[in-house]
């Protein structure tokens, strides 16, 4: 990230999360209440385990914001952790409460555990699943509000779907499924499913996983509309949007693939069938190319398709945005599977600490999120600004010029 940075800090089961984002220009209206909005919709989801019913999720904005708008200064934001309460001796920082409760010490397979304690020299397994913890994504997804609050003054939305939990994908999927329809339709489905027959039938597969002991993963979509031609840049590795997309996503806890647009599937195809053909339609009036038109109505140059994804050499083409992530199964198992226990080396089964089954459709969220914090990197590093006013003018000039082009 160039203009905009941003860190998270906690612990699963310490006192709280923390969140710095700095970058954002000042005069943006920001209540607590916008952060909220998406931590409540990150908590939900059908196949989530006993620790969302503890957390309400509420983001304390302590700095960055004053008068209910952003003043330029690193925005900061806690969240506090209410299953704290059960564990202020056993996480607590100082070193009199040292061994009040038993180490860990069976790592998960699949989970960060064994690569974590070894790479940090630890003899008890929680100093590392603390952190690896997809609690931490709270925190993102309470930065990717704000980011998603920017975007949006410039027209910009993120929304997101699933598509596939374990097995069951929803029929006709694939890129380029949008409109507002869709994104309400997901927002209702316990799974952020739009398909009401898929929904019923991933529900279905995962109350087999939960009384099977077992954990479910799937594929979740994420379409960014609004985007002008021309975010991230073809001039350099890491200034490609395709590619610190792919690092945004691939960054979250479980994600194991990350594809943009028709993605793998585009390698099986001839050039001739999948490049979206350019075409040019004269506009005396009419705004500049928003991805939320429809492909013909595109005053200047058109698609007509999107296998692209949105994203050519590395920038934005003025189509909308597709990323695709497919998340692993949750590792943690309540039939464990083998592991060996770090002190006494014998064969045992894996730790179980309460866990999710299914957690694909808070990772589109979070997928979400992650799509806000780089786009709007990628968008102040083109317009700059200091202020809401300054960017706005800069991006409106641009976009005049795009029209005019
Ligand atoms: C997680 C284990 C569970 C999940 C957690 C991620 O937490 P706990 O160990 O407290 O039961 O619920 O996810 C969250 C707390 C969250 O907010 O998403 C893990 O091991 O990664």
């Not at 374990?166 to 869709?182: C, H, L, P, T, Y």
């Not at 077992?214 to 979509?221: R, W």
């Not at 999710?356 to 700059?384: N, R």
Request: overall charge positive; hydrophobic content about 35%; charged content about 25%.
């Amino acid at each position: 990230m160039t203009t905009l940075r941003f860190l998270t800090a906690g612990e699963s089961h310490g006192p709280a999360l923390i969140g710095i984002l700095e970058g954002i220009p000042a005069g943006l209206l920001l209540s607590s209440g916008d952060i909220d909005k998406q931590l409540m919709r990150r908590q939900a989801g059908y196949g989530r385990g006993g620790r969302m019913k503890i957390e309400q999720d509420h983001a304390e904005i302590i700095s960055g914001v004053r008068w209910g708008k952003t003043i330029g200064s690193p925005i900061s934001l806690l969240i506090e952790n209410k299953d704290w309460k059960n564990w202020q001796e056993g996480m607590s920082p100082e070193g009199r409460y040292e061994h009040s409760i038993s180490a860990v010490t069976r790592p998960r397979p699949g989970h960060a555990d064994l690569a974590g304690i070894l790479k940090y020299a630890q003899k008890d397994i929680r100093n590392i699943l603390e952190r690896s913890s997809a609690r931490e994504t709270t925190t993102r997804v309470a930065i990717g509000a704000v980011t998603k609050k920017f975007l949006f003054e410039f027209g910009i939305s993120i929304n997101s779907y699933v598509i596939q939990i374990g097995n069951v994908r929803m029929q006709d999927a694939g890129f380029g499924i949008q409109g507002k329809e869709i994104f309400k339709k997901a927002g209702t489905s316990p799974v952020r499913c739009p398909d009401d027959e898929t929904t019923k039938k991933m529900v279905k597969l995962i109350d087999k996983a939960v009384k099977n002991g077992d954990s479910l993963g799937g594929i979740f979509e994420v379409v960014a509309t609004g985007i002008p031609p021309g975010i991230g840049s073809h001039i350099q590795w890491d200034r490609k949007l395709d590619a610190r997309l792919s690092l945004a996503i691939s960054s979250i806890q479980a994600i194991k693939g990350v594809e943009i647009g028709l993605g793998f599937k585009i390698a099986e195809k001839f050039g001739s069938e999948v490049m979206d053909e350019i075409f040019y339609k004269q506009k005396a009036k009419g705004s500049p190319p928003r991805a939320e038109q429809k492909a013909e109505e595109y005053p200047g140059f058109y698609r007509k398709t999107n296998n692209a994804g949105g994203i050519e050499g590395g920038m934005s083409n003025g189509m909308p945005v597709i990323i695709r992530a497919a998340m692993k199964p949750i590792p943690t198992l309540k039939k464990p599977l083998r592991s060996v226990d770090i002190i006494t080396r014998e064969n045992i089964k894996a730790a179980y600490e309460r866990s999710d089954t299914c957690a694909v459709p808070a990772a589109s969220v979070i997928g979400e999120a992650m799509t806000a914090i780089t786009i709007a990197d990628a968008l102040l590093e083109k317009f700059g600004g200091d202020s809401m006013d300054e960017t706005k003018r800069n991006f409106d000039a641009y976009m005049e010029y795009i029209k005019k082009f």
